[in-house]
Structure formats: structure tokens, C-alpha cells
């Protein structure tokens, strides 16, 4: 009987052991009111994030029903997860946005590097072939199971904070019918995220058009909480240097949003005027204005647009077979995200 009682414990130790070895470092991200807390130290967090994806353009493009773009899932490749991280890491990120995964593919390896790294995981639930078209929008069955496909392969891990449900749909006034599309996505993949026990937060990237954009932010954010996004992310490219927090309209849209009521940051950021030829490095002056003390009181940060460097020329790195360099944007954005220091509350105490 002791023998028995032993093998037990020590079967009990093993799986232990194996169980708390695979298990997530990273305290999971809630929302509380309009901002983020970690959820045990109630800590308020700040995203200083990067998109991380090849082959997708700014602010998704590509994106549509009827779009035969290809794409590579960032988070099924361990060997490319095995060569960025490090560098997301060294960059200062504690967030990547990822614009279309691949559901059936084994995620685990790269999440579990993410959280060794202190990474969390936005990613958008559409991709280039399955998304809500602005010009012909729909919400059926087919883009309903890719939703909650998507949800199903990411929302168990603990560093992965949610979702977009879509990105710059209403992108003038004249898509303004597609909001309704996409608040019924978010409808509906809230509550099948809900009935699953998940805790992801499901939200929508909205462009800076000046038509459109107050009106689809209010239209998100009205009605019955169940219907509504849990965060709202905008991707902006105002400020051009050399600007300032005034001339790049961020002091209009931290007013504008001072009186949101869920969590609000920049999905997409980093302008760059230059020709895809090569333009001139970006110094990221914007960062210090977005984590300093007027804007911290109203937006948790922001995703700069892009690691991977395309023919755009917003990359931080270049890739050239399976070799990483550093681009002098990198060492810039590097060195002014390590530099803040945003005011923060408690969550016990909001």
C-alpha cells in the first residue's frame, strides 16, 4: 500500500511538473473600464507593440472576400519564431500583431517563445481570402467559422489578449452600411468566446478617415454591451516628422476619445513619407507623445507598422533568406520605446 502511495505522489509529481513546464509565465491581460490591467497585480498595461507579419500591407490591405492573396501564418514557423523573438524582445516589444493566422496549423512553439519573451498576441480573425468586404459586405457561415476557427486555435493561451474582428471596413463615409456587418461579427464571435469559457476580448482597427471616423467609433461603442467591441485600435499615420502633438491632430483625437469607455490604442503607427526606393530612416519622435502624460490618461499605447521590411519601406528589419538585419528605424524605435515611462493607475484604485 505505501509502494502504491508512492508511485502515486510520484506520478502526481511528474505530470506536475510536465504540466507547470508548459504552462504560460505571462499574467493575463484584462480590461477594466477603458484600460488594460494585468490581472493579478492589477498593474495598468501599456502596448508597445509591433505588426509582425510578411506579405500583408498597411493597415491589412489585401483584406476582402474576393481578394486572391496568398499568406504566411507568423505563428506556425518555431524557426522564425526562434529567430525574432529575440529581436522583438531586444526591440522593447510586449505585443505583436499578427493580420492572418493559418487555424489548423500548431501555434504552441511560437506562443510559448512569446510568453518566455513577455509577448502578448493581438491578431486580426479575417485573412486576404475570408474577410468582411467593404464593397460587398456579408456575414455568413463561412466567415463565422473562420472566426471562431481563429478563436479556437489562439484563445486558450493566456498571451493572447483578443482579436479584431475587422480592419478599416467603413473606410470612407460611403462603406458606412459595412459597420453593421462587422458589429454582427462582433456580436456573435463575444458570445461563442463566452460559451467556449475563453476570456479574449474582441475589438475593430479603424482607419484615420476624417469622413467616417467619429461617427463608426460611436456606432462600435453604443448599444448593448454584448454587441459592442471590448477595444478599439486606430491605425494613424498623422504625424510625419517633423510635426508635434498639436500639428499631427494627436491632441484632437486624445480630446476626442478622452470619454470612451473601452480601451483605445494606436492598432497601426510610424509614418513614413519616403519612396518604397528608400525613404529616410524614422526617428519616431510620436512615441514620447503617445506614453507621455497627456495621452497615457486616454490611450494604452500603440502597434508600430511593421518589423518585416516590404516594398513599403516601413520595415525595422530586413530579411534576406532565413538572415535578420537590423534596419536604422529598428535601432530608432528602440531607443525611444525603452525611453517611456507612462503615467499609470491600479486597477483597485480606478
Keep these: 500500500m505505501k509502494g502504491s502511495v508512492i508511485r502515486s505522489v510520484s ?33 495598468q498595461f501599456f502596448i508597445k507593440g509591433v505588426a509582425y507579419q510578411q506579405g500583408v500591407g498597411a493597415a491589412g490591405e489585401s483584406s476582402g472576400s474576393s481578394s486572391s492573396v496568398k499568406y504566411s501564418d507568423p505563428l506556425a514557423s518555431e524557426a522564425d519564431c526562434k529567430r525574432d523573438v529575440p529581436l522583438l524582445k531586444s526591440l522593447g516589444a510586449n505585443l505583436i500583431r499578427t493580420y492572418a493566422i493559418d487555424p489548423t496549423a500548431d501555434h504552441s ?45 489562439l484563445a486558450k493561451y493566456p498571451n493572447v489578449i483578443g482579436f479584431f474582428a475587422g480592419n478599416e471596413v467603413t473606410s470612407n463615409s460611403s462603406y458606412t452600411p459595412a459597420s453593421a456587418f462587422v458589429k454582427a461579427a462582433i456580436r456573435d464571435t463575444k458570445a461563442y468566446i463566452k460559451k467556449a469559457g475563453h476570456t479574449a476580448a474582441v475589438g475593430y482597427a479603424a482607419d484615420d478617415d476624417a469622413s467616417a471616423r467619429a461617427n463608426v467609433a460611436a456606432y462600435f461603442n453604443c448599444g448593448d454591451a454584448a454587441d459592442n467591441i471590448d477595444f478599439w485600435g486606430y491605425n494613424i499615420y498623422s504625424w510625419c516628422d517633423p510635426s508635434n502633438y498639436v500639428d499631427s491632430g494627436y491632441q484632437n483625437h486624445t480630446e476626442t476619445f478622452s470619454t470612451y469607455n473601452v480601451p483605445v490604442f494606436f492598432a497601426e503607427y510610424g509614418c513614413n513619407e519616403g519612396s518604397a526606393s528608400g525613404s529616410a530612416p524614422r526617428v519616431f519622435n510620436e512615441v514620447a507623445a503617445l506614453y507621455g502624460s497627456d495621452m497615457s490618461k486616454v490611450f494604452s499605447g500603440g502597434i508600430v507598422y511593421e518589423y518585416f521590411q516590404e516594398v513599403n519601406d516601413y520595415g525595422l528589419v530586413t530579411l534576406t533568406g532565413n538572415n535578420v538585419s537590423k534596419l536604422k528605424d529598428y535601432d530608432n524605435f528602440s531607443t525611444k520605446i525603452h525611453a517611456v515611462s507612462p503615467s499609470s493607475v491600479n486597477a483597485a484604485s480606478y
Excluded at 19 to 32: E, M, N, R, S, W
Excluded at 131 to 148: F, H, Q, V
Design 11 to 43: 506520478v502526481l509529481f511528474a505530470a506536475a511538473s510536465l504540466f507547470g513546464a508548459v504552462q504560460a509565465t505571462l499574467d493575463p491581460i484584462v480590461i477594466k473600464g477603458s484600460k488594460f490591467f494585468y490581472k493579478t497585480n492589477g498593474t
Design 109 to 153: 512553439a511560437c506562443i510559448k517563445l512569446l510568453d518566455d519573451a513577455g509577448i502578448y498576441v493581438i491578431s486580426d480573425l479575417g485573412q486576404p481570402n475570408l474577410s468582411i468586404n467593404r464593397e460587398n459586405p456579408e456575414w455568413n457561415l463561412d466567415l463565422y467559422t473562420r472566426y471562431t476557427d481563429v478563436v479556437d486555435a
